[in-house]
Every structure is written in structure tokens, then in C-alpha cells.
């Protein structure tokens, strides 16, 4: 699960699904425990994923299955929406099913494109456009430390007067480390 934060100091809580067509029932309602305990948390919910419900008439909401009325049930009792409206996998001659589905519990989705699958894939990929602002985060440079020479490092560090350097802060640790931490970097 990742968790987004938006401009307006809201959380978006996403989760990826993915439920195998050979699922048994145990996991089938184990995934439906887990759509309940991200309900129960605060924040926007977005769920997506390959559901695996070919059963599902999404235009009425009524299946067949009984594993597929228990998830049904889930996603009515937190009023969440299912977002996906034309079937997401179709291969050979067989009947196109919806089964990919994007499943929020407020209307910030604004469109879904359905592009050709990618690869080998017999699923349409989902391009989703959401009406939310997440905050912009300022990320800090990372130095990529399996890259440097520590030998030449080490040498440079012996060069220097460590006594010199470090004991005028002796009484100061913090300055003592910004001193030592600077002519590291």
C-alpha cells in the first residue's frame, strides 16, 4: 500500500490487487478483510488492480458467484465506486471480460484511457487521470557511495591535521562534527 499526500492535506491511500482466477475462497475473502481494514483508515481510498471477477455485471451490480456477491458486498458497504465501464481483457475469439477494475470511495477520477496491452499481455493498460494535487516533495542529493574511491579517500583523510582541525571545538561536539563532516565532503 502507498500512501500520498495532497495539497489539501489529504491522504490517498492505494493499493494494488491482484486476485488470481484460481483464487480460492479463503483468499478471495482475505482480500475482502483487507479493502476493510484500508477503508477503516483515513484518506481517500484508490484501489486497482486485475480483480478477477468475470461474473460481475458492473452496470447492475449482480453476479451469480457467491465470492463475487461477498466482494460486491465489501466495496457497497464503504460506498465505493468501480470506475472501470468496457472490458479490460479479451484474447482470441473468446467473450471480452471486465476485469481490471479502479475502485475509489470519492469521485476524483476524472477519465480512464484504455491503451492496446503491452507486450505478450492480453490485459488493455489504464491510463487514469485523477483530479488530486499531491504535495511536491523536495528531495535532497544522494551521493552514490558504489561509486567512490575509498583508497584515494583514505590517503586524502591521512593528509590532514585531525588535531588541528578538531580541537579548537573540543567543547562543542556539533561544531566539531559540521568541521569533520565538511572536510569529509
Known amino acids: 500500500m502507498l500512501e500520498i499526500q495532497t495539497d489539501g492535506n489529504r491522504v490517498i491511500q492505494v493499493a494494488t490487487l491482484y486476485r488470481s482466477p484460481n483464487s480460492s475462497i479463503d483468499n478471495s475473502l482475505k482480500m475482502c478483510s483487507l479493502i476493510d481494514l484500508i477503508c477503516n483508515r483515513a484518506g481517500y481510498k484508490l484501489f486497482l488492480g486485475d480483480f478477477n471477477f468475470p461474473n460481475i455485471n458492473w452496470n447492475t451490480w ?3 458467484g457467491s465470492t ?7 466495496v457497497r458497504k464503504f460506498f465505493l465506486q468501480q470506475h472501470v465501464n468496457n472490458p ?3 484474447r482470441g475469439s473468446t467473450t471480452p471480460h471486465l476485469l481490471d477494475l479502479i475502485i475509489t470511495d470519492y469521485s476524483f477520477v476524472e477519465n480512464i484511457d484504455y491503451a492496446a496491452p503491452l507486450g505478450k499481455s492480453d490485459h488493455s493498460i489504464l491510463h487514469i487521470f485523477c483530479n488530486l494535487k499531491p504535495v511536491k516533495y523536495q528531495f535532497c542529493d544522494k551521493f552514490a557511495f558504489s561509486e567512490r574511491d575509498y583508497e584515494g579517500l583514505s590517503n586524502e583523510l591521512q593528509l590532514i591535521d585531525w588535531n588541528d582541525k578538531l580541537l579548537p571545538y573540543s567543547d562543542n561536539i556539533d561544531q566539531m562534527w559540521q568541521n569533520f ?3 569529509l565532503e
Request: hydrophobic share 20%; glycine share 0%; aromatic share 6%.
Open 62 to 64: 449482480n453476479t451469480t
Open 68 to 74: 463475487e456477491s461477498k466482494f460486491i458486498d465489501t
Open 88 to 90: 479490460t481483457r479479451a
Open 181 to 183: 563532516k565538511c572536510e
